[in-house]
């Protein structure tokens, strides 16, 4: 049972415009949400965060939304650079189940 | 400050081995996680330990393993090893653990293959 859901594998974004990955979940009890970003050979790196009480948290030109009715998250980077190009994976949490479940992760494209 | 160190990056192991995987969290930092990536899958949970205790405990088989040491060190151990054990090995460790507003920070990883 796939309760975060990342359904674009892949997205291709010219440099300069705006790149918006998008996270599905099924789990109303979540009530934190992560953002990273990954690049091969390397760790997951920590982007952005938003709790439930919350519906946008934006750090520079990362901006996460969250619409709790649809139960969707969507990270919005502009301007996107050729740097951005890596892999994207969303996290859920329930407070005191002490783990968090990623998505299957967007490849991100960014074109020169 | 250092980050989260993981201990080997890379090892080539046989079906059937066991492996052991070591993980240094960040300084300060009480909680770890360990999560398994493979092609297409993301992250699958494994653990996580706190102060020596393990709160949570994902679908994986028993012959997957770990423990937290007093200095919050973590190890974690896979026995008699099956081809699809080839992955990612992810380490990752907080203040006070998954949560809300507590973020967890991810180390390099240890690449293991099983032949």
């Known amino acids: 049972d796939q309760q975060v859901k990342q359904n674009s594998p892949s997205l291709s974004v010219q440099e300069g415009r705006i790149s918006i990955l998008n996270c599905d979940y099924t789990n109303s009890m979540f009530d ?15 982007l952005i ?43 859920a949490c329930t407070s005191g189940t002490y783990k968090y479940i990623f998505g299957t992760g967007t490849r991100l494209k960014v074109l020169a | 400050k250092a980050g989260v160190t993981q201990t080997p990056r890379y090892l080539i192991k046989t079906r059937g081995q066991q492996v052991t995987l070591s993980c240094s969290p960040i300084s300060g930092h009480r909680s770890v996680s360990w999560y398994q990536q493979t092609p297409g899958q993301g992250l699958q949970f494994l653990f996580e330990y706190f102060s ?14 770990g423990r937290q040491f007093s200095n919050s060190r973590s190890e974690m151990n896979v026995s008699t090893l099956e081809l699809g054990d080839s992955a990612l090995y992810l380490c990752a460790s907080s203040l006070a653990g998954p949560g809300s507003g507590n973020t967890i920070y991810f180390g390099e990883g240890s690449w293991l293959t099983v032949v």
């Open chain 1, 32 to 46: 934190y949400f992560l953002w990273y970003k990954k690049y091969p050979a390397e760790g997951p790196t920590f």
């Open chain 1, 49 to 91: 965060s938003i709790s439930s009480i919350k519906d946008k948290n934006e750090d520079g030109r990362f901006t996460v939304f969250l619409n709790k009715s649809a139960k969707h998250l969507s990270l919005h980077i502009v301007p996107s650079q050729p740097g951005d190009s890596a892999v994207y994976f969303c996290a």
């Open chain 2, 52 to 65: 020596e205790t393990q709160r949570n405990k994902g679908n994986f088989p028993g012959r997957f393993s």
